[in-house]
Nanobody, 124 residues
Framework: QLQASGGGLVQAGGSLALSCAGP????????MGWFRQAPGKEREFVAA????????FYADSVKGRFTISRDNAKNTLALQISNLNPEDTAVYYC???????????????????WGQGTQVTVSS
């Protein structure tokens, strides 16, 4: 349902722009989020945006470096990531959570649709 792209290999301090595309029926009514999972670690919340784009949420570890946005007219979600460090290395996933189930965007179990993930690797 969702297709993530934009990952790659980047040096520490660099930037990347991740993108996620999906069907209109999801983007018109779902809150969207980004998660990441590093090898041997649990999937962790990165950022989320409500269905209209009026509210955004970030994990403390990425505040000030990551920016989430969405374009519902184009059915796309974006994550601009900057000032990368090796600890940001992970597979990044986009996901969709129904907008009517509340404002907790940090738990993977609340998301109904997931993209396949895109690898971000940061070299030191």
């Amino acid at each position: 349902q969702l297709q993530a792209s934009g990952g790659g290999l980047v040096q520490a301090g660099g930037s990347l722009a991740l993108s996620c595309a999906g069907p209109k029926r999801i983007f018109s009514t779902y809150d969207m989020g980004w998660f990441r999972q590093a090898p041997g670690k649990e999937r962790e919340f990165v950022a989320a945006i409500n269905w209209s784009g009026s509210r955004v949420f970030y994990a403390d570890s990425v505040k000030g470096r990551f920016t989430i946005s969405r374009d519902n007219a184009k059915n796309t979600l974006a994550l601009q990531i900057s000032n990368l460090n090796p600890e940001d290395t992970a597979v990044y996933y986009c996901a969709a959570q129904p907008s009517w189930i509340g404002n907790d965007h940090t738990r993977p179990s609340r998301y109904h649709y997931w993209g396949q993930g895109t690898q971000v690797t940061v070299s030191s």
